[in-house]
């Protein structure tokens, strides 16, 4: 599923759902059910480019409906930009717009305020370490070991990108009320991890 690309169940069929629309639902029932999110993570925008031969341009404005939906839940939001994919060469016009992408994603998380009540960032950028996942510069094995197509992750490769989340959120996450740091990096201040 992307911000244009439809989600597809078990059976490869298409769904009427992406990313905006399901973010609205789910945040509604959230609230509905009398509960909300503490944070939303978002990682997309690869099929759209791929798949949906879409532009960085197209995309950012969706994604940006998408976090917009989740800051205005009160949830934070950690954006991920997406990881290289070997479905196209490094010098593709596709990978190019994954790499602009990534430059509107940046400067967006940039420009967003601090929470009024604790001076920290609501949004983050997660960068992903090219060490895991810069799928062109690793060994045929270890491709094998994270990737299990050109695209998707294997178990171990989405264990990988698990443990990358969670080492963003959880030095975030308050067990009550609003945890601030006044010894907060200038780097978190600005909403990059």
């Not at 791929?50 to 998408?66: C, F, K, Q, W």
Request: charged fraction near 20%; aromatic fraction near 10%; glycine fraction near 6%.
């Amino acid at each position: 599923m992307g911000v244009f690309q439809k989600a597809q169940n078990d059976d490869g069929q298409a769904l009427d759902t992406t990313l905006v629309p399901l973010t609205r639902r789910q945040l509604h029932k959230a609230k509905q059910q009398g509960f909300a999110y503490q944070w939303v993570v978002v990682m997309a925008g690869i099929n759209d480019l791929g798949a949906g031969d879409r532009t960085a341009a197209e995309i950012m404005p969706r994604l940006v409906e998408a976090y917009s939906l989740a800051l205005a839940s009160g949830a934070n939001v950690l954006a991920i930009p997406p990881f290289p994919n070997r479905f196209v060469s490094r010098s593709s016009q596709n990978e190019q717009e994954r790499l602009q992408l990534g430059v509107l994603m940046q400067s967006w998380v940039a420009q967003q305020p601090a929470a009024a009540d604790c001076d920290q960032p609501r949004v983050y950028l997660l960068d992903l370490p090219s060490f895991w996942f810069d799928f062109w510069s690793m060994p045929p094995e270890r491709r094998a070991e994270l990737q299990d197509d050109k695209l998707h992750l294997t178990e171990r490769g989405y264990d990988l990108l698990a443990w990358q989340v969670f080492n963003a959120i959880s030095p975030r996450v308050p067990l009550q009320g609003c945890w601030c740091r006044d010894a907060a990096s200038s780097s978190r201040r600005q909403g990059r991890l």
